[in-house]
Nanobody, 113 residues
Framework: QVQLVESGGGLVQAGGSMRLSCAAS??????MAWFRQAPGKQREFVARISITGVTAYKDSLRGRFTIARDYDKNTVHLQIDSLKPEETAVYYC?????????WGQGTQVTVSS
């Protein structure tokens, strides 16, 4: 059974940084991705990383977001720098392409102005 557990969210001031983690179990050697859903908006793609570590980002986020994976711990991280208040959202991870059954609780990131 696949389980993805996101962590690392919290409250941060605008301009601050945050490192999110996604611990995976029941799954291995898959491309992974991060998504986010802001209040009242649809969930959107943020970044993805292939099995071999090749990364891709939503165009507007490139440069401030960094996705990486720890193969030993079967964990995917998302480093976010220079956070903006409008980036307040619940951040989720999933395989890529996504699987509806894999969505977890996400981790809340709140950016104060």
């Amino acid at each position: 059974q696949v389980q993805l557990v996101e962590s690392g969210g919290g409250l941060v001031q605008a301009g601050g940084s945050m490192r999110l983690s996604c611990a995976a179990s029941g799954i291995n050697n898959r491309a992974m991705a991060w998504f986010r859903q802001a209040p009242g908006k649809q969930r959107e793609f943020v970044a993805r990383i292939s099995i071999t570590g090749v990364t891709a980002y939503k165009d507007s986020l490139r440069g401030r977001f960094t996705i990486a994976r720890d193969y030993d711990k079967n964990t995917v991280h998302l480093q976010i720098d220079s956070l903006k208040p409008e980036e307040t959202a619940v951040y989720y991870c999933n395989t890529f392409p996504t699987n509806t059954n894999n969505w977890g609780q996400g981790t809340q990131v709140t950016v104060s102005s």
